[in-house]
Nanobody, 123 residues
Framework: QVTLVESGGGLVQDGGSLRLSCAAS??????????MGWYRQSPGKQRALVAS???????NYDVSVKGRFFVARDNAKNTVYLQMNSLKPEDTAVYFC???????????????WGQGTQVTVSS
């Protein structure tokens, strides 16, 4: 079973920065991590993609965070990071690590989720 361990959340002021980390473990030898990224969910809203990176280097960002947030992967450590700069109060949410694992030679992916880490940006 794939386990995701998140860290780095906290309370920051408007304009501050945080760096989230997510380490994945338990990926079997017949599988590989295709996509790693972050979603967030705030009260009254659905969980939405923040940023992700695939194994071939493609990155995807929500428009609201482009230019402010940056995703990076350390494949040797099965870890994904989210560098969050110029944080705004509207960025306040629970941030969830997401990992998509693909069986070798197949396109079907299994999604795994972290428990979530709270990011609060005060005004």
């Amino acid at each position: 079973q794939v386990t995701l361990v998140e860290s780095g959340g906290g309370l920051v002021q408007d304009g501050g920065s945080l760096r989230l980390s997510c380490a994945a473990s338990g990926v079997g030898s017949s599988f590989r991590i295709n996509r790693m990224g972050w979603y967030r969910q705030s009260p009254g809203k659905q969980r939405a993609l923040v940023a992700s990176a695939t194994s071939d280097g493609m990155e995807n960002y929500d428009v609201s965070v482009k230019g402010r947030f940056f995703v990076a992967r350390d494949n040797a450590k099965n870890t994904v990071y989210l560098q969050m700069n110029s944080l705004k109060p509207e960025d306040t949410a629970v941030y969830f690590c997401n990992v998509a694992v693909r069986r070798l030679g197949r396109s079907y992916e299994y999604d795994y989720w972290g428990q979530g880490t709270q990011v609060t940006v005060s005004s």
